[in-house]
């Protein structure tokens, strides 16, 4: 037997996370579909954080947000779309769902990861993926506010004079 302790996951659908509870922890896999650039910020206590975005996408066809943080963001590398195994990471309804955080694995060698690997070269990069992370939306009571494009805005008047 080996000394050496092995992590166990439990790993749920990403589109089963529109049901997970706020500020729990989750174990998710997924294909990394697209990621941001590094992002630098100064947390409310003045402390310098880095983060990046990733998108990670599985079988059920839905993608979700993860944030990495630190030197997971700075070293995370997307260069052939790996696979991306996050243990313990916090759901969010910051955006709809996200995730963030976690213990961080890249292309783990495990059954589930090959597979998931095998879906995405042969046929899941093509599939049109639904998203329950929405950018630049807060979740909660809708306060009657629509979206609008600018051209809308701009047609409507929208702004100029007092419509209210």
């Not at 839905?62 to 997307?78: M, P, Q």
Request: glycine share 10%.
């Amino acid at each position: 037997t080996s000394d050496v302790p092995t992590m166990t996951y439990n790993f749920a659908r990403i589109s089963d996370l529109t049901a997970a509870e706020k500020d729990t922890n989750v174990d998710v896999i997924g294909v990394c579909k697209s990621h941001s650039e590094l992002t630098n910020l100064t947390s409310k206590a003045g402390k310098e954080l880095v983060k990046r975005e990733i998108i990670l996408v599985d079988r059920s066809e839905t993608e979700v947000s993860l944030t990495l943080w630190g030197n997971t963001a700075t070293n995370f590398s997307d260069v052939g779309n790996p696979i991306v195994a996050a243990k313990g990471a916090r759901v969010s309804d910051y955006n709809g769902v996200t995730l963030s955080g976690g213990d961080i694995l890249v292309n783990p060698d495990m059954d589930l990861a090959h597979e998931l690997k095998g879906w995405w070269d042969n046929e899941g990069y093509s599939v049109n993926t639904n998203t329950i992370t929405v950018q630049g939306q807060r979740s909660g009571p809708d306060r009657g506010n629509t979206t609008k494009m600018l051209g809308e805005v701009k047609q409507e008047n929208l702004g100029y004079g007092n419509d209210r």
